[in-house]
C-alpha cells in the first residue's frame, strides 16, 4: 500500500463548503420529520428514493428537483427523502465505487475531488430543493464529511455485521436503517439494530469517543442470496409478520421497518418495484402490527428507465443497477399517497 497524499480533515473541508443558515433549518425540519414518522409521533409514510448510485450531479439535482413539487402535493401523507447514495459497495472490489472515489465516473479515481464533490452536491439538494438526503455508511469514518447534511444513513447488507458500523450509528443524531446481511439471517439484522441502540466507548478517527445509544436504529428489508446464488423476498405479509414477533421479543426502541423494493426483493428488476410496493401497502391494510412497524418504503429510481449498457452515455440514466425513470416514478408515488 502506497500513501498517495494526506487529505482534509472532515472541519476543513466544512469550513470551506459551509451550509446555509436555510439549509440548515431545512435539515433541522426534515429530521424532526423523519423521526416522527419513526417514533409513530406521525402517521405519514417514509419514501426514500433516487438513483442506484448518484453519478452526475447534473442529473441527481435535476432529479430532486423534480422530486420538490412532488413531495409537496403529497406532503400530508409522504415524508420523501432523496436517495443520494455517493459510495458503492462492490462485492468483488471490481466497478464503480461511487463519486467519492471517481467525481467523474469515466476518469481515474480522485478522492480529494470525490470528497468536495459529493458535499456540494448535497449542498445543493438542500439550497436547491429544501432535501437533506440519504446516504449509505459505507466507510464509518467518512460520516463527518456529511454530517450536517444528511437526515437519513443506511447500513448495507454487507457491513451490517461490522463493529464500527454498528457503534458509529450508535453516536448518530438521525435515523440510522440496518439492512438485513445478504445471507437473510434476521437475527444480524436484530443484532445490529441493539448493538446501535446502545452506548458505547470506542476509538473513531483516532479519538477515544462515547455514544449515547441511537433510538432511531431500525430495520431494513432487502431480501437475500441463498447458498445456490438463488435471490428470495422478504417483503410478502409472512415475512413482515414475522419482524413483528422479532421486534415484539427484543423490547427495542421505536420498532420499525422500511422495506426495500429493489435488490433481491425485486431480484433486481426494476418494474417489480410498483408491485411490490403495493403489495407491502396491502399487507398493511390487513395486519395492524404490520401496520405499526412498516414506516416507509425504499425505491430505486432516477430519470430514464433501465441501465446504462457497454458505451453507453445516457443523461439521467443509471451506470450501475437498473431503476424506475422518472414517468413511472411520479406516477408510484401519487399511488402510494392515495393508498395510504
Given at each position: 500500500?502506497?500513501?498517495?497524499?494526506?487529505?482534509?480533515?472532515?472541519q476543513?473541508?466544512?469550513?470551506?463548503?459551509?451550509?446555509?443558515?436555510?439549509?440548515?433549518?431545512?435539515?433541522?425540519?426534515?429530521?424532526?420529520?423523519?423521526?416522527?414518522?419513526l417514533d409513530?409521533?406521525?402517521?405519514?409514510?417514509?419514501?426514500?428514493?433516487?438513483?442506484?448510485?448518484?453519478?452526475?450531479?447534473?442529473?441527481?439535482?435535476?432529479?430532486?428537483?423534480r422530486l420538490r413539487?412532488?413531495?409537496?402535493?403529497?406532503?400530508d401523507?409522504?415524508?420523501?427523502?432523496?436517495?443520494?447514495?455517493?459510495?458503492?459497495?462492490?462485492?468483488?472490489?471490481?466497478?464503480?465505487?461511487?463519486?467519492l472515489?471517481q467525481?467523474?465516473?469515466?476518469?481515474?479515481?480522485?478522492?480529494?475531488?470525490?470528497?468536495?464533490?459529493i458535499?456540494r452536491m448535497?449542498?445543493?439538494?438542500?439550497?436547491?430543493?429544501?432535501?437533506?438526503?440519504?446516504?449509505?455508511?459505507?466507510?464509518?469514518?467518512?460520516?463527518?464529511?456529511?454530517s450536517?447534511?444528511?437526515?437519513?444513513?443506511?447500513?448495507?447488507?454487507?457491513?451490517?455485521?461490522?463493529?464500527?458500523?454498528?457503534l458509529?450509528a450508535?453516536?448518530?443524531?438521525?435515523?440510522?436503517?440496518?439492512?438485513?446481511?445478504?445471507?437473510?439471517?434476521?437475527?444480524?439484522?436484530?443484532?445490529?439494530?441493539?448493538?446501535?441502540?446502545?452506548?458505547?466507548?470506542?476509538?473513531?478517527?483516532?479519538?477515544?469517543?462515547?455514544s449515547?445509544?441511537?433510538?432511531?436504529?431500525?430495520?431494513?428489508?432487502?431480501?437475500?442470496?441463498?447458498?445456490?446464488?438463488?435471490?428470495?423476498?422478504?417483503?410478502?405479509?409472512?415475512?413482515?409478520s414475522?419482524?413483528?414477533?422479532?421486534?415484539?421479543?427484543?423490547?427495542?426502541?421505536?420498532?420499525?421497518?422500511?422495506?426495500?423494493?429493489?435488490?433481491?426483493?425485486?431480484?433486481?428488476?426494476?418494474?417489480?418495484?410498483?408491485r411490490?410496493?403495493?403489495?407491502?401497502?396491502?399487507?398493511?391494510?390487513?395486519?395492524?402490527?404490520?401496520?405499526?412497524?412498516?414506516?416507509?418504503?425504499?425505491?430505486?429510481?432516477?430519470?430514464?428507465?433501465?441501465?446504462?449498457?457497454?458505451?453507453?452515455?445516457?443523461?439521467?440514466?443509471?451506470?450501475?443497477?437498473?431503476?424506475?425513470?422518472?414517468?413511472?416514478t411520479?406516477?408510484?408515488?401519487?399511488?402510494?399517497?392515495?393508498?395510504?
Open positions: 500500500m502506497t500513501m498517495k497524499r494526506e487529505l482534509f480533515e472532515p476543513e473541508i466544512k469550513e470551506m463548503y459551509p451550509i446555509s443558515d436555510s439549509g440548515a433549518e431545512h435539515k433541522r425540519r426534515n429530521d424532526a420529520a423523519i423521526k416522527a414518522v409513530g409521533t406521525s402517521d405519514k409514510f417514509i419514501l426514500i428514493i433516487g438513483p442506484c448510485s448518484a453519478d452526475h450531479e447534473e442529473s441527481v439535482i435535476d432529479y430532486i428537483k413539487p412532488v413531495q409537496d402535493k403529497v406532503a401523507k409522504l415524508v420523501i427523502i432523496p436517495r443520494v447514495y455517493t459510495n458503492k459497495p462492490r462485492t468483488t472490489g471490481a466497478g464503480y465505487k461511487g463519486m472515489h467525481p467523474n465516473p469515466v476518469a481515474d479515481p480522485d478522492i480529494l475531488k470525490g470528497l468536495i464533490s458535499r448535497h449542498m445543493k439538494a438542500i439550497n436547491e430543493a429544501g432535501f437533506s438526503c440519504a446516504d449509505e455508511m459505507l466507510y464509518p469514518e467518512n460520516h463527518q464529511f456529511l450536517d447534511l444528511l437526515s437519513y444513513v443506511a447500513v448495507g447488507a454487507r457491513s451490517v455485521e461490522d463493529q464500527q458500523h454498528r458509529t450508535s453516536g448518530l443524531d438521525i435515523p440510522v436503517g440496518m439492512k438485513n446481511p445478504t445471507s437473510g439471517d434476521l437475527s444480524v439484522m436484530m443484532n445490529s439494530i441493539r448493538a446501535a441502540q446502545g452506548d458505547h466507548t470506542f476509538i473513531y478517527r483516532n479519538w477515544e469517543v462515547e449515547k445509544g441511537n433510538p432511531y436504529s431500525h430495520a431494513i428489508l432487502r431480501g437475500y442470496v441463498d447458498s445456490h446464488g438463488t435471490t428470495h423476498p422478504n417483503y410478502h405479509y409472512e415475512d413482515l414475522r419482524l413483528c414477533d422479532l421486534y415484539q421479543q427484543s423490547n427495542l426502541k421505536n420498532p420499525a421497518v422500511i422495506v426495500d423494493c429493489n435488490h433481491s426483493n425485486s431480484g433486481k428488476n426494476y418494474m417489480e418495484q410498483i411490490i410496493a403495493k403489495e407491502v401497502l396491502h399487507s398493511m391494510r390487513h395486519n395492524d402490527g404490520i401496520n405499526r412497524i412498516v414506516k416507509g418504503l425504499m425505491i430505486e429510481s432516477y430519470i430514464e428507465d433501465g441501465a446504462q449498457g457497454p458505451g453507453e452515455c445516457t443523461y439521467g440514466k443509471s451506470i450501475t443497477d437498473p431503476c424506475l425513470g422518472w414517468k413511472k411520479e406516477r408510484l408515488i401519487y399511488d402510494i399517497a392515495e393508498l395510504r
